[in-house]
Every structure is written in structure tokens, then in C-alpha cells.
């Protein structure tokens, strides 16, 4: 079974750039706003799309994801008004990936047959859930196994500390056990402590040592499976970062989001997309 994140991916390769994976905020006052956002980020370049289903633990989120998670909370908005949303992505853009970005407690609350069976109806591609305890638990859920079995991606996130592990430590067998089981692609965090929208991140060269650390684990272990820079990331110098580090694929939420939550119309963030994507090719430089 061939999962559509590979196969896009595996497309801006051929096309010489760098995939983009956007977030799709939820609108708490009209979801029928957050498809048209949704819209406009496929128009405008992007090749992954994440569906953010609000946790009521922000772990992992920064000032602007945690306002755009509980602003739909405040509203009244259902978790399962959200996959029919995602239901509704998926009829509009049925060749564009879709992943599910929540944390395991939605799973746990709504109960991991329920969570499984409406991202199944809705025929999503994966779920970026960070504080599944895979490694640290052993799938004692059998979330993993579940997404392996259905042909569905988890991905993974791998800070800066466990990519550039010393051999013969905990964090380097972390690092072994995900280098494993990665699918799709594995996020490699552009920021210490993971934070998303962050303003410290790490440098040029902390980048590409963590990306290509990874990659030769992978290798090592018999995965193909890409690598994607997560946090932080926003403008020229970023996606620039990104190319360097020779990962195949980069996630923005916060910048465009934010853009929204100031008041900025769809067609102004849609600019700043197209933009974005403009940058994506590999074989130029990116413009000022």
C-alpha cells in the first residue's frame, strides 16, 4: 500500500525542491473559513497538509498555536465537527496528503478506536502525535503498530540532543529505536526544546550535523524514510537552512497563522505562501 506523503514527497524530489507541509488552523467561529484557508494553502503550494486538532494540553506549542488550539476550545468546537472538516478536506483535495497534528490525550479521551476509525473515515495519511510514548513504552497502545497495519504514517520528532547522541548512551539508543520505526518522514527540530514558532534555533551547521546524523542511522538500519525541518521556521534564511541540511521537507504554521490571527485577509497570507514556495527549489538562490 503506497501512502500519498511518500509519493509527494518522492514528486518535489524529481522536481528538484524541498516539499512543504503547512498547518490548517481551526477557525472557531466558521469552519466552512478554516476549508476555504485550507484552499488557499493547496492553491498556493503547499504539498502536505496537517489538520490541527486542538489538545487541552499545548505541550510541544508556542504563544501562537496554543491561542489558535484553544480558541476553537472556548467556542464550543467538537472534536468531532473537526474530522468532519478533515472529511471535507479530504473530498476537495483527494490527492494532497493529510496528517492529523494533535497530542495522544485527543486519542485517549475520545478512545483510540474512535480517534482511528474517524481519521480512517476520513482517510488521512498519518498523525503527528509527539508525546505517543513509543520508544520510551514500547507501543504498549499499539497506536504504531495499528497506523503500520493500515498504512498510515506516525511521525516521529527527533530533537537536536537525540539526533547528535554519543553512541552507547539512552539517547542514542532512542535514537536507534526511532531511526527504525520512522515512517513518512521524521521531524528534526529546528529549536531546543522543540517549541514551535520559536525564535532561538539552531545553527546552520547544528542543523545539518543533526539531519545528516540521522539520515546515516536510518541507512543504517535498512529506512528510506525522508527527514523534515520542524520549528521556527518563517522566511529566506530558514528555507535556506533547510536546503543546507539536506532534509526534503519543512513545516510552517505559526508565521502564516499568526498573520491570521492579526486580522491579515486570506489573499495577503496567500502571498506570503506563494512566496514560501517560491523558495522551495534547489538549484536557486533564494531571494531576498
Given at each position: 500500500?503506497?501512502?500519498?506523503?511518500?509519493?509527494?514527497?518522492?514528486?518535489?524530489?524529481?522536481?528538484?525542491?524541498?516539499?512543504?507541509?503547512?498547518?490548517?488552523?481551526?477557525?472557531?467561529?466558521?469552519?466552512?473559513?478554516?476549508?476555504?484557508?485550507?484552499?488557499?494553502?493547496?492553491?498556493?503550494?503547499?504539498?502536505?497538509?496537517?489538520?490541527?486538532?486542538?489538545?487541552?494540553?499545548?505541550?510541544?506549542?508556542?504563544?501562537?498555536?496554543?491561542?489558535?488550539?484553544?480558541?476553537?476550545?472556548?467556542?464550543?468546537?467538537?472534536?468531532e465537527q473537526i474530522f468532519d472538516f478533515?472529511?471535507?478536506?479530504?473530498?476537495?483535495?483527494?490527492?494532497?496528503?493529510?496528517?492529523?497534528?494533535?497530542?495522544?490525550?485527543?486519542?485517549?479521551?475520545?478512545?483510540?478506536?474512535?480517534?482511528?476509525?474517524?481519521?480512517?473515515?476520513?482517510?488521512?495519511?498519518?498523525?503527528?502525535?509527539?508525546?505517543?510514548?513509543?520508544?520510551?513504552?514500547?507501543?504498549?497502545?499499539?497506536?504504531?503498530?495499528?497506523?503500520?497495519?493500515?498504512?498510515?504514517?506516525?511521525?516521529?520528532?527527533?530533537?537536536?540532543?537525540?539526533?547528535?547522541?554519543?553512541?552507547?548512551?539512552?539517547?542514542?539508543?532512542?535514537?536507534?529505536?526511532?531511526?527504525?520505526?520512522?515512517?513518512?518522514?521524521?521531524?528534526?527540530?529546528?529549536?531546543?526544546?522543540?517549541?514551535?514558532?520559536?525564535?532561538?534555533?539552531?545553527?546552520?551547521?547544528?542543523?545539518?550535523?543533526?539531519?545528516?546524523?540521522?539520515?546515516?542511522?536510518?541507512?543504517?538500519?535498512?529506512?528510506?524514510?525522508?527527514?523534515?525541518?520542524?520549528?521556527?521556521?518563517?522566511?529566506?534564511?530558514?528555507?535556506?537552512?533547510?536546503?543546507?541540511?539536506?532534509?526534503?521537507?519543512?513545516?510552517?504554521?505559526?508565521?502564516?497563522?499568526?498573520?491570521?490571527?492579526?486580522?491579515?485577509?486570506?489573499?495577503?497570507?496567500?502571498?506570503?505562501?506563494?512566496?514560501?514556495?517560491?523558495?522551495?527549489?534547489?538549484?536557486?538562490?533564494?531571494?531576498?
Amino acid at each position: 500500500m503506497t501512502n500519498r506523503i511518500n509519493d509527494t514527497i518522492r514528486r518535489a524530489q524529481a522536481d528538484g525542491r524541498v516539499a512543504f507541509i503547512g498547518l490548517v488552523p481551526i477557525e472557531p467561529d466558521s469552519m466552512a473559513h478554516s476549508l476555504r484557508i485550507a484552499n488557499a494553502m493547496v492553491q498556493s503550494g503547499v504539498d502536505i497538509l496537517m489538520a490541527h486538532i486542538p489538545n487541552w494540553i499545548p505541550w510541544m506549542e508556542g504563544k501562537t498555536l496554543q491561542r489558535a488550539a484553544q480558541e476553537p476550545r472556548n467556542a464550543g468546537i467538537s472534536r468531532e465537527q473537526i474530522f468532519d472538516f478533515i472529511t471535507a478536506l479530504r473530498k476537495q483535495h483527494p490527492q494532497v496528503p493529510i496528517i492529523n497534528m494533535t497530542l495522544y490525550d485527543t486519542s485517549l479521551t475520545m478512545g483510540q478506536e474512535t480517534f482511528l476509525r474517524l481519521s480512517e473515515e476520513a482517510d488521512v495519511d498519518g498523525f503527528d502525535i509527539p508525546n505517543y510514548p513509543l520508544v520510551s513504552c514500547e507501543d504498549k497502545f499499539g497506536f504504531y503498530e495499528r497506523c503500520v497495519k493500515d498504512g498510515r504514517h506516525l511521525i516521529l520528532a527527533i530533537s537536536y540532543e537525540i539526533a547528535t547522541a554519543k553512541e552507547g548512551t539512552q539517547e542514542y539508543q532512542m535514537l536507534l529505536e526511532m531511526a527504525k520505526r520512522a515512517r513518512g518522514f521524521a521531524f528534526i527540530m529546528n529549536a531546543p526544546g522543540g517549541k514551535s514558532g520559536s525564535d532561538v534555533k539552531l545553527s546552520n551547521e547544528e542543523l545539518r550535523s543533526a539531519v545528516q546524523r540521522v539520515k546515516a542511522v536510518m541507512k543504517a538500519q535498512g529506512n528510506d524514510c525522508y527527514t523534515s525541518i520542524v520549528c521556527g521556521i518563517s522566511g529566506k534564511e530558514d528555507i535556506e537552512k533547510v536546503k543546507h541540511s539536506g532534509a526534503e521537507s519543512f513545516m510552517i504554521g505559526s508565521a502564516y497563522i499568526q498573520m491570521l490571527q492579526d486580522g491579515k485577509s486570506l489573499e495577503e497570507v496567500s502571498s506570503y505562501l506563494q512566496g514560501i514556495r517560491n523558495m522551495c527549489d534547489l538549484d536557486c538562490e533564494v531571494p531576498g
